[in-house]
């Protein structure tokens, strides 16, 4: 529970949005919208976008970002932002080692940049903050793909809207894939992604818009959807977790107890396959598991639960029932006792950094090292293939979480507190939790083969959206 001074952080917080022009805020108020039946709408897979064109050596795509009308709760229209008019936007599945060129054409009233979280691509190609694209124009992204298979996911980055503009719909999954990674993982129908993210609506089903305000967010949806549920048959099931909300922290576990396999974190697979029965995730986090229904009875029915949430519509999030009779399926897939071959640490770190994030009341900005965003100051300056120690702190007093969200790298997570982080959560992350009072130290090998200008930032995007980001400058 938040101390008074915490409210008070809010109160301000608040205060500086609704310093925001007028006709980007809606009321505030919280609204009663229609009553869902749980576990009665079937759970939706994100469409699979499908290239306009390619090549020996290219796959080619198109997306519109623009407004839509989408079916959120059943029987209503809610009004959107969305890639394409889908809510989540489409699924990118792209190879390993084979370019994508994405082509954005920005068909809505405020500027846009879009950023692939987790990629390894050249800076120009990031989605800048400050590198939008004005309403009617179009820009090609360029990705290269010249990273480990994982769960990606591209989102809206056009700094003081980014918050709004990932809760409003432009978000969506980008999958690198690689077949000759543990083959026997589950595939096709039975790898399936998970998108998480919570909203408000009024009365007629609108989305309620306040930055910093996710205590109203009271629904979680879950591939844009409230409590759906899912026919899974007796086998294993891959699941692709991702929390794409703004500000929400959630904790899935299944209802029975059962264990999940956790087998990949934020950049792709781990060294070695880890037995969970609950798993957290931050803000932008994505963790991969393995599910196996095999044993369960046909008809069982069991729930995928956020722990942390406080009302039924946050806390039951999707609903698994298990179809077929007493025989169970053909299963071929398993989950083998290794994984991948992780990259070594490297070459003796070369320096070690601070990264303080804190709150200023008195400018009412979230800040890194004392100093809100500035996209004129280079903030670290880092050489090309150097690996360097960077230790995250977050210096609120009160119960205010933050994240850091490093562009362009996989790190590893060393320690909390001088405690060494289990496996599930050392290599390969890209964002990191950091609690209130904690420190966290990671390790960054700066490997890519680009250089230039990528921000890193708290990816509680209400925060970064009011001045808790910061740029380094990789050189030659």
Not at 268 to 290: N, Q, S
Not at 295 to 318: E, H, M, S
Not at 375 to 396: L, M, Y
């Amino acid at each position: 529970m938040l101390n008074r001074r915490g409210t008070l952080k809010l109160g301000a917080v608040a205060g500086v949005a609704l310093a925001l022009p007028a006709e980007r805020l809606v009321s505030a108020v919280v609204g009663s919208p229609p009553a869902v039946q749980p576990f009665t709408t079937p759970l939706p897979i994100p469409p699979v976008l499908s290239p306009v064109y390619s090549d020996r050596g290219t796959d080619y795509y198109e997306m519109t970002a623009k407004p839509a009308n989408v079916e959120i709760l059943p029987g209503t229209r809610t009004n959107m932002l969305t890639f394409n008019g889908s809510f989540p936007g489409p699924t990118i599945k792209a190879r390993q080692g084979r370019p994508v060129q994405v082509k954005i054409l920005n068909g809505l009233d405020n500027v846009t940049a879009v950023h692939l979280h987790g990629g390894n691509v050249p800076h120009e190609d990031d989605g800048h903050p400050l590198d939008v694209l004005q309403p009617g124009q179009t820009r090609t992204y360029h990705y290269p793909n010249i990273q480990r298979a994982a769960t990606l996911w591209y989102h809206d980055h056009a700094h003081h809207l980014e918050a709004e503009q990932i809760y409003r719909g432009l978000a969506g999954l980008y999958l690198i894939e690689d077949r000759t990674d543990s083959p026997t993982l589950p595939r096709g129908q039975f790898d399936i992604p998970l998108m998480f993210r919570d909203i408000a609506l009024d009365d007629s089903a609108q989305l309620l818009w306040n930055n910093n305000d996710s205590a109203r967010r009271n629904i979680v949806l879950t591939n844009g959807k409230a409590q759906p549920k899912l026919r899974v048959r007796r086998r294993r099931y891959r699941f692709r977790l991702l929390n794409a909300s703004n500000d929400r922290v959630m904790s899935f576990r299944l209802s029975n107890g059962a264990e999940m396999v956790q087998i990949a974190s934020d950049g792709g697979l781990m060294a070695r396959p880890v037995r969970r029965t609950e798993i957290g995730l931050y803000p932008a986090e994505r963790v991969d598991v393995v599910v196996d229904f095999s044993a369960l009875p046909g008809g069982t029915q069991l729930v995928l639960q956020n722990t942390v949430g406080d009302t039924p519509a946050t806390k039951d999030v999707l609903q698994f029932e298990v179809a077929g009779g007493a025989r169970r399926d053909d299963d071929d897939s398993s989950v083998p006792a290794k994984l991948s071959v992780l990259p070594p640490i490297g070459a003796p770190v070369m320096q070690t950094r601070k990264v303080l994030l804190s709150f200023d009341f008195k400018q009412g900005a979230f800040l890194i090292n004392g100093k809100q965003y500035d996209p004129n100051r280079v903030d670290f300056t880092v050489k090309k293939g150097s690996t360097e120690i960077w230790e995250i702190t977050n210096a609120d007093p009160d119960p205010f979480a933050h994240s850091l969200h490093v562009h362009q790298i996989q790190f590893r997570v060393l320690d909390r507190g001088g405690k060494a982080v289990e496996p599930w959560e050392a290599y390969p992350k890209d964002t990191v939790s950091v609690p209130s009072g904690q420190t966290v130290r990671i390790l960054i090998k700066f490997d890519s083969p680009f250089t230039g200008l990528y921000p890193f930032h708290c990816h509680f995007v209400g925060h970064s959206s009011m001045a808790m980001m910061a740029q380094f400058n990789i050189v030659p």
